[in-house]
Every structure is written in structure tokens, then in C-alpha cells.
């Protein structure tokens, strides 16, 4: 059947040649069109760790794409002005500037672009040289953001693609937007790419920073064809036949490219678009990294080198700070942090999200804990806080931290000057057994002295009892790393262990 249409075609298209009526774009549309989309997100890293990941491996994975074809679109769906340890001292410039030597086709902001607060975002994002879209994404006044878009069409060998981006919508609760505005990104992406269709959009495709249940609904709406997302950190890859959702994990460790053969038949009202996916991973451990992105980034890291390379003290017992310990149970490097911002600041409670300690790594007995240790651990640039609020907003508090225990969520607590016994079986809202503080029940009526970030008092990561307003906040410029740094100096070995601070039963 198909050397039958094929003959057919081609005899049709030789009557037409001959007559003098057939055009050369006319001819080109009938042939598949291979298109390219090549997706990060979540990179934080500058360069590789234990020879993977980094932008100078994935520049070669890009590069070597463009080469081989001009119908590559490289996305960037988010997550890389914050949190490193660089963008605790230039709050991700450096970041702008190693993209701008690896332009992508379209960038969209994840909650971490927002961490430094709504006037950094706009500076980093006026520095860009590469179009930013996120369609749901306002200023106060409900006005786009300068340099900002919500979606364009660009042509890749005759093939218009309506691209549209969106950022995460929940970002006021993870990051520090102010008084930006965030749509449901659902109905949002929906609308755009029905307009991008109208307009002649041959194929959609719509670029996020979303979360699973978020990805999920876009797939079921059939929101776009093609959909590109950040925020999860997975390597994943779902079609169902119909939609394509792509998330290429985090550090640039993967590379998704989704190869997408595009066929047009016919001309007006009969003229269709038919499309299929293919996926390549690249683990990069296998790439060599880009020699002229390798350079630029050398001469970050040796800046850094200058201020973080300092010993603050020895570890004496195991440290985990991956992402699955300091979000899922108490950690033993919980409970450091959290002693160190409780004792720091003279409370008589400490809370911390798990979210915030971010570095994934393991410490043996004997390493070294740095400064550079530190600020990986600790790189939101954080302040400490000391609130004073009821103890019923403290149980509050906890059961907030423990309600999305299932998903890993960062707002698990690390605790320090409590004890709580939890069921995670039970209901979110009423998963907290039993609190006490300095070794007596909690007094819900009573007042306690807990230490916290600026973060979480103003509700992030959903601590709204901590933001009470009635609580009155000790701010002040001291960040929470650096409470840290001058703890580990007068402890000079580091022995914290799981205790029993928060047992599940």
C-alpha cells in the first residue's frame, strides 16, 4: 500500500511539473519533516560532578545537535539562577552569562529564578540573550514583565511550531516572587496553543516548569502535542499517543532530545498534520565536555575557590544530605542545621524545611566540612528568624511539614528543642501524635521562642502558622549558613546522629 502511494504521488507530482503548476514549498510539505526538541532543566551545577552532568557536557550534547541539523530547538524549562554556591554571591549572573554562550530557542522560569526576590529576577532576565516565555506569568498591574513573552511561532523547514511557556504557578508558596502574579498553568497553556493553532501553528509545543500532578493534567487535556517540563528532578518519559511529556531530570546528569517527524498532506480544509515522537537519552557521563563552556566555567570556580576552600570543621559521624533523607525522616544533618540555628539565636525550638538543604551528598568520618560544604548545603542565601508563636501554630507547623511526607516534599521539617511522634498512615492534617518541648508536653496556649528562616516566616513551603501575624519576627542579616559556619567552628568535630527527634510510628 505504501510503494502504491508512493508510485501514485510521485506520478501526480511529474503531471503537475510538467504542466507547470507545481511550486517548490508545495513539493516540500508533502515530505516528513524531522524536528528536534532538546530539553534541561534544573540545573544548578556549573560543571560535572563524579564526571557527569554540567553545562559544559550538556553544550556538547547541544552543539553536536545543531550540527547535524537546523531544525533543533533547545529548551530550557527552568531552574538555574538558584540555588548554587556562585548564586550566593552573584544571585545567578553567572548562569546568565554560560546560557548566553549557549543561547536556548526559549527558556522558561522555574520558582527558583524568583529566590532572590521580583527586582533580580527582572535584572537576570534583562540580561539574557535568548527569548524568555511564560504565558502565565504577570506583573502586579497584570501587565507582561519587560523582555518577557507568552508564546511565538518559529518555522523549521516549513514547519511552523507554536512554542508557549509557563512557569510554575504555585511559586509564591515555594520561592520569593512578591507581588508577581501566577496563573493555573493548565488552563493557560490550553488557551495559548489554541490560538497559536488559529494563527497557524502547525504543531504545539508547550514548555514548563510544573509539577507531576500538573504534567499529568496537561497530558489529559491534550493541552499541546509536544510538552516539555522542569521541576521534579526525574528522568521521564510518557505518550499515550496523542501527547508527549519529556522531563530530562536535573545537573544536565540526562539529556532528552525528542525527535518529532512531521507529515502535511493536502491544502486548506483538507490539508492534515500527522506526527510521531522518537526519544534519545544522552547520559553524559559518556560526553566530553565543550572545551570553550569548560573554559568559562574554570574561570567561575577559580573565584570561588578563593572564599570557600576553607576548613570549618572535621566530620565525626555519617552525613546524608540527599534529597530522599533530609525530605522523608529525620537526618542527622537536619539536626545539625537545626541545632545550629536554635542555639545560635538563643530559642527554645527550631524548625527547617528538608527542601532547603540541597547539596545530595554523603559525608564520611574524617572529611573535612568547608565553607564550600556549607554553602552547597544551605545556597538560598536564607536568613535566620526568630518567631514566637503558640504551641498550637508549632503542631500547625509540623503538620504542614508533614503532609506531603508521600511526595518527598521539602517542606518535611528538620527539628531541634522538640520531639514528635507521627503517623504518616493518617490523614494529612492529623498526622501529629505527640509534641514535647524540653521534655514536656507541648502547652498549646503557651508562647515558644522558635528559630526559623525568612522563607518559611513569611509561609513559605505552606508554614503559614509561622508568618501569624500576631508572632513577632527578630530579623535581621544574618544568614542561616552562616550560624552554621560559626556552630561547626566551635564544635570542631561534627557528630550529630539521628535521635529519635521524630519517630513514625
Given at each position: 500500500m505504501r510503494a502504491l502511494f508512493d508510485r501514485r504521488s510521485l506520478l501526480a507530482a511529474l503531471s503537475l511539473a510538467a504542466a507547470g503548476v507545481l511550486s517548490a514549498p508545495a513539493a516540500r510539505a508533502a515530505d516528513p519533516v524531522k524536528l528536534t526538541f532538546v530539553l534541561v532543566n534544573d540545573i544548578y551545577k556549573m560543571n560535572e560532578d563524579q564526571g557527569k552532568g554540567g553545562i559544559p557536557r550538556l553544550a556538547t550534547?547541544?552543539?553536536?545537535?545543531?550540527?547535524?541539523?537546523?531544525n533543533v530547538v533547545f529548551a530550557h524549562a527552568g531552574d538555574t539562577l538558584s540555588p548554587s554556591l556562585m548564586s550566593g554571591f552573584d544571585q545567578g549572573q553567572h548562569m546568565i552569562s554560560l546560557f548566553n554562550a549557549l543561547p536556548p530557542d526559549v527558556f522558561v522560569p522555574g520558582n527558583h529564578e524568583f529566590d532572590f526576590g521580583r527586582e533580580v529576577y527582572l535584572k537576570r532576565m534583562g540580561e539574557a540573550k535568548f527569548p524568555v516565555l511564560a504565558a502565565n506569568l504577570r506583573d502586579a498591574d497584570g501587565s507582561i514583565l519587560p523582555g518577557h513573552k507568552d508564546s511565538m511561532i518559529i518555522e523549521r523547514d516549513g514547519i511552523k511550531i507554536g512554542i508557549v511557556g509557563a512557569t510554575l504557578e504555585n511559586t509564591p508558596a515555594?520561592?520569593?516572587?512578591?507581588?508577581?502574579?501566577?496563573?493555573?498553568?493548565?488552563?493557560?497553556?490550553?488557551?495559548?496553543t489554541r490560538a497559536l493553532k488559529q494563527q497557524g501553528a502547525d504543531i504545539t509545543l508547550a514548555v514548563v516548569h510544573a509539577d507531576k500532578q500538573t504534567g499529568q493534567a496537561l497530558m489529559a487535556a491534550r493541552a499541546a502535542d509536544v510538552i516539555l517540563s522542569g521541576h521534579n528532578h526525574d528522568l521521564h518519559i510518557d505518550y499515550d499517543g496523542r501527547t508527549s511529556l519529556t522531563e530530562s531530570g536535573e545537573d544536565a546528569d540526562y539529556v532528552v532530545a525528542v525527535d518529532v517527524t512531521v507529515t502535511i498532506k493536502g491544502e486548506g480544509s483538507a490539508r492534515t498534520v500527522a506526527w510521531k515522537p522518537n526519544y534519545r537519552i544522552f547520559d553524559t557521563q559518556d560526553v566530553k565536555?565543550?572545551?570553550?563552556?569548560?573554559?568559562?566555567?574554570?574561570?567561575?570556580?577559580?573565584?570561588?575557590?578563593?572564599?570557600?576552600?576553607?576548613?570549618?570543621?572535621?566530620?565525626?559521624?555519617?552525613?546524608?544530605?540527599?534529597?530522599?533523607?533530609?525530605?522523608?525522616?529525620?537526618?542527622?544533618?537536619?539536626?545539625?542545621?537545626?541545632?545550629?540555628?536554635?542555639?545560635?539565636?538563643?530559642?527554645?525550638?527550631?524548625?527547617?524545611?528538608?527542601?532547603?538543604?540541597?547539596?545530595?551528598?554523603?559525608?564520611?568520618?574524617?572529611?573535612?566540612?568547608?565553607?564550600?560544604?556549607?554553602?552547597?548545603?544551605?545556597?538560598?542565601?536564607?536568613?535566620?528568624?526568630v518567631t514566637r508563636v503558640t504551641g498550637r501554630a508549632i503542631r500547625a507547623a509540623l503538620e504542614n511539614g508533614f503532609s506531603q511526607v508521600e511526595q518527598r516534599a521539602g517542606r518535611f521539617p528538620q527539628v531541634s528543642g522538640l520531639k514528635v511522634v507521627a503517623d504518616f498512615k493518617a490523614p494529612a492534617g492529623s498526622r501529629v501524635v505527640s509534641i514535647e518541648i524540653g521534655g514536656k508536653p507541648i502547652d498549646e496556649q503557651k508562647t515558644y521562642s522558635v528559630a526559623t528562616n525568612d522563607f518559611m516566616v513569611r509561609g513559605g513551603d505552606g508554614y503559614t502558622s509561622l508568618a501569624d501575624p500576631s508572632a513577632t519576627g527578630d530579623t535581621g542579616d544574618k544568614l542561616i549558613a552562616n550560624d552554621v559556619m560559626v556552630y561547626a567552628r566551635k564544635l570542631g568535630s561534627v557528630t550529630a546522629a539521628v535521635e529519635g527527634r521524630i519517630t513514625v510510628r
Amino acid at each position: 500500500m505504501r510503494a502504491l502511494f508512493d508510485r501514485r504521488s510521485l506520478l501526480a507530482a511529474l503531471s503537475l511539473a510538467a504542466a507547470g503548476v507545481l511550486s517548490a514549498p508545495a513539493a516540500r510539505a508533502a515530505d516528513p519533516v524531522k524536528l528536534t526538541f532538546v530539553l534541561v532543566n534544573d540545573i544548578y551545577k556549573m560543571n560535572e560532578d563524579q564526571g557527569k552532568g554540567g553545562i559544559p557536557r550538556l553544550a556538547t550534547v547541544v552543539k553536536a545537535e545543531r550540527a547535524k541539523s537546523q531544525n533543533v530547538v533547545f529548551a530550557h524549562a527552568g531552574d538555574t539562577l538558584s540555588p548554587s554556591l556562585m548564586s550566593g554571591f552573584d544571585q545567578g549572573q553567572h548562569m546568565i552569562s554560560l546560557f548566553n554562550a549557549l543561547p536556548p530557542d526559549v527558556f522558561v522560569p522555574g520558582n527558583h529564578e524568583f529566590d532572590f526576590g521580583r527586582e533580580v529576577y527582572l535584572k537576570r532576565m534583562g540580561e539574557a540573550k535568548f527569548p524568555v516565555l511564560a504565558a502565565n506569568l504577570r506583573d502586579a498591574d497584570g501587565s507582561i514583565l519587560p523582555g518577557h513573552k507568552d508564546s511565538m511561532i518559529i518555522e523549521r523547514d516549513g514547519i511552523k511550531i507554536g512554542i508557549v511557556g509557563a512557569t510554575l504557578e504555585n511559586t509564591p508558596a515555594l520561592s520569593s516572587p512578591g507581588p508577581l502574579k501566577f496563573a493555573a498553568t493548565v488552563a493557560t497553556v490550553t488557551a495559548a496553543t489554541r490560538a497559536l493553532k488559529q494563527q497557524g501553528a502547525d504543531i504545539t509545543l508547550a514548555v514548563v516548569h510544573a509539577d507531576k500532578q500538573t504534567g499529568q493534567a496537561l497530558m489529559a487535556a491534550r493541552a499541546a502535542d509536544v510538552i516539555l517540563s522542569g521541576h521534579n528532578h526525574d528522568l521521564h518519559i510518557d505518550y499515550d499517543g496523542r501527547t508527549s511529556l519529556t522531563e530530562s531530570g536535573e545537573d544536565a546528569d540526562y539529556v532528552v532530545a525528542v525527535d518529532v517527524t512531521v507529515t502535511i498532506k493536502g491544502e486548506g480544509s483538507a490539508r492534515t498534520v500527522a506526527w510521531k515522537p522518537n526519544y534519545r537519552i544522552f547520559d553524559t557521563q559518556d560526553v566530553k565536555p565543550d572545551p570553550e563552556l569548560l573554559e568559562k566555567v574554570k574561570v567561575f570556580e577559580t573565584e570561588l575557590s578563593k572564599e570557600l576552600d576553607v576548613d570549618v570543621a572535621t566530620v565525626g559521624a555519617p552525613l546524608d544530605s540527599r534529597s530522599a533523607t533530609v525530605r522523608g525522616g529525620e537526618a542527622a544533618i537536619g539536626n545539625f542545621i537545626a541545632d545550629a540555628l536554635r542555639i545560635q539565636n538563643e530559642a527554645e525550638v527550631a524548625i527547617v524545611n528538608g527542601g532547603g538543604i540541597r547539596a545530595n551528598k554523603e559525608y564520611k568520618p574524617g572529611d573535612k566540612l568547608t565553607r564550600r560544604n556549607i554553602l552547597a548545603e544551605l545556597p538560598f542565601g536564607n536568613k535566620s528568624v526568630v518567631t514566637r508563636v503558640t504551641g498550637r501554630a508549632i503542631r500547625a507547623a509540623l503538620e504542614n511539614g508533614f503532609s506531603q511526607v508521600e511526595q518527598r516534599a521539602g517542606r518535611f521539617p528538620q527539628v531541634s528543642g522538640l520531639k514528635v511522634v507521627a503517623d504518616f498512615k493518617a490523614p494529612a492534617g492529623s498526622r501529629v501524635v505527640s509534641i514535647e518541648i524540653g521534655g514536656k508536653p507541648i502547652d498549646e496556649q503557651k508562647t515558644y521562642s522558635v528559630a526559623t528562616n525568612d522563607f518559611m516566616v513569611r509561609g513559605g513551603d505552606g508554614y503559614t502558622s509561622l508568618a501569624d501575624p500576631s508572632a513577632t519576627g527578630d530579623t535581621g542579616d544574618k544568614l542561616i549558613a552562616n550560624d552554621v559556619m560559626v556552630y561547626a567552628r566551635k564544635l570542631g568535630s561534627v557528630t550529630a546522629a539521628v535521635e529519635g527527634r521524630i519517630t513514625v510510628r
